[in-house]
C-alpha cells in the first residue's frame, strides 16, 4: 500500500534554483526518510527526520517534518543539473519496524 | 558501505515461463529483506517482507503463490515470478535494512527489469 502523496508530481527548475517539495502520510509515523532515485536505477538514502524532530539539514537539503499536520518537506538548495532524478518520502511506523511506505514521487528536472 | 545487489539487472522472457531474481546483501547480513515492485513513472509498491527462516510476509492483493519468495541465507533472499505473464513486466526492487546504528534506513538493489513477451 502507498502511504501518502508528494506534490508537485513534476517539477521543473533552472539550475541555481531551490526545490521543494511536500510529502503528505496518513498514519503515526516512527520516522520519515527521503530517498532519490535516477531514471531506472535503485534508491539512494538521503536523509532520515525522527517524529520527534522538526528539522534537519544535510549539506544543500533542508527536511522538516509536521507531524500534527502529517507532511513534511524537502529543500533542495542551489539545484544543480545533476540533482535531476525522482524523489520520494518513505515512511516508517511504529508497528511495522523497519517497513518503509513510499509516497508517490516527485519528478525534479533541473534545466542548465 | 554496505551494499545490496540484484541477479540479473534486466531479463526477457516468455509469457508462463518463471523467472527467479537474486537479492544479495554483500557486507552484512540481513534477517529480513523486502522486495518492492515499480510500474514506469509510479512509486515503490511493497510486496512482500523476506524473513530468514520463516515465511515471507505478503501485502495486501500480492498472490503469494505467484510470487514466491525463499530467504535461503542472511545474506540472500529469491524472488520467482511464476508463470509470468505480460502484465508482471516492471521493476522489482529488493532492499534490506542497514546494519547497526543505521537500521532504520533501508539499502536498495539496483533493480531488476523484468520483460514478459
Known amino acids: 500500500s502507498q502511504q501518502g502523496e508528494e506534490d508537485p508530481q513534476a517539477l521543473s527548475i533552472q539550475e541555481g534554483e531551490n526545490a521543494t517539495m511536500n510529502c503528505s502520510y496518513k498514519t503515526s509515523i516512527n520516522n520519515l526518510q527521503w530517498y532519490r532515485q535516477n531514471s531506472g536505477r535503485g534508491l539512494v538514502h538521503l536523509i532520515l527526520i525522527r517524529s520527534n524532530e522538526r528539522e534537519k539539514h544535510s549539506g544543500r537539503l533542508r527536511v522538516t517534518l509536521d507531524t500534527s499536520k502529517k507532511s513534511s518537506s524537502l529543500l533542495i538548495t542551489a539545484s544543480r543539473a545533476a540533482d535531476t532524478a525522482s524523489y520520494f518520502c518513505a515512511t516508517v511506523s511504529y508497528s511495522s519496524a523497519s517497513k518503509i511506505i513510499f509516497g508517490s514521487g516527485t519528478r525534479l528536472s533541473i534545466r542548465p | 558501505g554496505a551494499v545490496v545487489s540484484q541477479h540479473p539487472s534486466w531479463v526477457i522472457c516468455k509469457s508462463g515461463t518463471s523467472v527467479k531474481i537474486e537479492c544479495r546483501s554483500l557486507d552484512f547480513q540481513a534477517t529480513t529483506m523486502f522486495w518492492y515492485r515499480q510500474f514506469p513513472k509510479q512509486s515503490l509498491m511493497l510486496m512482500a517482507t523476506?524473513?530468514?527462516?520463516?515465511?515471507?510476509?505478503?501485502e495486501q492483493g500480492v498472490e503469494k503463490d505467484k510470487f514466491l519468495i525463499n530467504h535461503a541465507s542472511l545474506t540472500l533472499s529469491t524472488l520467482t515470478v511464476t508463470s509470468a505473464h505480460p502484465e508482471d513486466s516492471s521493476f522489482y526492487i529488493c532492499s534490506a535494512p542497514a546494519p547497526g546504528r543505521e537500521e532504520e534506513t533501508q539499502y536498495f538493489g539496483p533493480g531488476t527489469r523484468l520483460l514478459v513477451l
Open positions: 523476506s524473513n530468514e527462516g520463516s515465511k515471507a510476509t505478503y
